[in-house]
């Protein structure tokens, strides 16, 4: 088995076992503990996202010495074992708290991603790129359509095992490479070619732009199957989870059309203007997923889930452009830090909005963010070309 292979499998198990549960907290809660307050749930989204962000820098640091393969094969062992401890909780809290420590020890396997990246030249990081964005939106669909068959069967809790089980997969193949290839424990040091003082500008133009994109398209996460059921109250769990998944599909037919695309006949724009046409028309796709019509949400996520996967995939090229091989790592931390932070702020929004108004107002604070960044996008590009000509 190769490397990158092996990668590929480690990256798909962990984000299936990681987004068992992630469409139906709201359910969870409810016929586990009998808990149903939207405030509650949004905090204990928040709080995994937090234990997440500050755990990965932590991660970051301890694989500059610790090589990857040799941090994931003893954090995964660790995981596995919190993970059956939430499975036997009794309470919500005992479960909550077994829960973020499952997480500080999921996060290292975060590093998969810079770890590949560093692996390949420069100029083959779109198609990795876009290769691990589809990975991770086919890991959603798997996790939301086992999570919902679970759910089917009224035993939401074998979602536990099922990600202790995926851990312990991981350690095995994490073992198997560190066999085959004869990898030691520690890392080997890389040349940085440009030694760093401080944070670079760019980290924080791309964490100011996380902070937005991630906040307003995990604004409508949470309580997606919720406002789905609502409107088709006769669609069962594993229904609610395909239409979840619709825009991970989406990013498939993506990845094949950026793939296809040189031979295409269609007009090629600049990075920045992409990431404009993507960002309205993912404005459009939330605020149409609003409405009351079965088939309108379904297309809107159609055309919502093609320009979110533009959108994540060009911010991520960007700035790997712009870092070099030997921060990866810790600059990918840094960006991580500001998605997670957007997540906790949508996470306490939604649990309010929800509580307060209906599960249709997150979709509207969502297109507005996409919005508002296209519009911010729009006057810098603008702004800068004013500029150049005056300087001409």
């Given at each position: 088995?190769?490397?990158?292979?092996?990668?590929?499998?480690?990256?798909?198990?962990?984000?299936?076992?990681?987004?068992?549960?992630?469409?139906?907290?709201?359910?969870?809660f409810?016929?586990?503990?009998?808990?149903?307050?939207?405030?509650?749930?949004?905090?204990?989204?928040?709080?995994?996202?937090?234990?997440?962000?500050?755990?990965?820098?932590?991660?970051?640091?301890?694989?500059?010495?610790?090589?990857?393969?040799?941090?994931?094969?003893?954090?995964?062992?660790?995981a596995?074992?919190?993970?059956?401890?939430?499975?036997?909780?009794t309470?919500?809290?005992?479960?909550?708290?077994?829960?973020?420590?499952m997480?500080?020890?999921?996060?290292?396997?975060?590093?998969?991603?810079?770890?590949?990246?560093?692996?390949?030249?420069?100029?083959?990081?779109?198609?990795?790129?876009?290769?691990?964005?589809?990975?991770?939106?086919f890991?959603?669909?798997?996790?939301?359509?086992?999570?919902?068959?679970?759910?089917?069967?009224?035993?939401?809790?074998?979602?536990?095992?099922?990600?202790?089980?995926?851990?312990?997969?991981?350690?095995?193949?994490?073992?198997?490479?560190?066999?085959?290839?004869?990898?030691?424990?520690?890392?080997?040091?890389?040349?940085?070619?440009?030694?760093?003082?401080?944070?670079?500008?760019?980290?924080?133009?791309?964490?100011?732009?996380?902070?937005?994109?991630y906040?307003?398209?995990?604004?409508?996460?949470?309580?997606?199957?919720?406002?789905?059921?609502?409107?088709?109250?006769?669609?069962?769990?594993?229904?609610?989870?395909?239409?979840?998944?619709?825009?991970?599909?989406?990013?498939?037919?993506?990845?094949?059309?950026n793939?296809?695309?040189?031979?295409?006949?269609?007009?090629?724009?600049?990075?920045t203007?992409?990431?404009?046409?993507?960002?309205?028309?993912?404005?459009?796709?939330?605020?149409?997923?609003?409405q009351?019509?079965?088939?309108?949400?379904?297309?809107?996520?159609?055309?919502?889930?093609?320009?979110?996967?533009?959108?994540?995939?060009?911010?991520?090229?960007?700035?790997?452009?712009?870092?070099?091989?030997?921060?990866?790592?810790?600059?990918?931390?840094?960006?991580?830090?500001?998605?997670?932070?957007?997540?906790?702020?949508?996470?306490?929004?939604?649990?309010?909005?929800?509580?307060y108004?209906?599960?249709?107002?997150?979709?509207?604070?969502?297109?507005?963010?996409?919005?508002?960044?296209?519009?911010?996008?729009?006057?810098?590009?603008k702004?800068?070309?004013?500029?150049?000509?005056?300087?001409?």
């Open positions: 088995m190769s490397l990158r292979l092996a990668l590929i499998l480690l990256t798909v198990i962990s984000v299936v076992c990681d987004t068992l549960l992630l469409p139906f907290y709201p359910q969870f409810a016929s586990e503990f009998s808990v149903s307050n939207p405030t509650l749930i949004g905090v204990f989204v928040a709080n995994c996202c937090i234990t997440v962000m500050l755990a990965l820098p932590l991660w970051a640091k301890v694989a500059k010495k610790y090589h990857e393969l040799a941090l994931w094969l003893v954090t995964q062992v660790i596995a074992c919190f993970g059956l401890l939430c499975y036997f909780a309470n919500v809290w005992e479960f909550w708290f077994y829960y973020q420590f997480l500080v020890l999921k996060a290292s396997y975060l590093l998969i991603y810079p770890f590949a990246l560093r692996l390949e030249q420069q100029s083959k990081h779109l198609s990795i790129i876009g290769l691990f964005s589809v990975l991770m939106h890991g959603a669909i798997g996790g939301a359509l086992v999570g919902g068959y679970f759910f089917s069967l009224n035993e939401p809790r074998y979602a536990l095992l099922l990600s202790a089980a995926g851990d312990v997969i991981q350690v095995l193949l994490c073992a198997y490479l560190m066999l085959s290839l004869k990898l030691g424990i520690y890392q080997h040091a890389i040349e940085s070619e440009k030694p760093r003082t401080r944070t670079p500008y760019f980290i924080w133009q791309f964490c100011f732009i996380s902070v937005v994109v906040f307003s398209a995990f604004l409508i996460r949470p309580f997606f199957t919720t406002h789905w059921q609502g409107m088709s109250a006769q669609s069962s769990a594993f229904e609610s989870a395909l239409v979840y998944a619709i825009p991970a599909f989406s990013a498939l037919l993506m990845l094949l059309f793939h296809f695309r040189q031979r295409l006949p269609v007009p090629t724009l600049s990075r203007s992409t990431l404009l046409c993507a960002l309205i028309f993912g404005a459009i796709g939330l605020y149409l997923q609003a009351e019509s079965v088939w309108l949400v379904v297309s809107s996520r159609i055309l919502y889930g093609i320009a979110l996967f533009q959108v994540m995939v060009l911010l991520e090229v960007m700035l790997f452009a712009k870092s070099e091989p030997a921060h990866y790592g810790s600059d990918f931390a840094k960006v991580h830090v500001a998605q997670n932070i957007g997540v906790i702020l949508a996470s306490l929004l939604v649990g309010m909005s929800v509580e108004f209906n599960t249709t107002v997150p979709f509207y604070f969502a297109a507005i963010g996409f919005a508002s960044l296209g519009a911010i996008l729009l006057w810098r590009v702004f800068v070309g004013r500029t150049a000509h005056t300087a001409t």
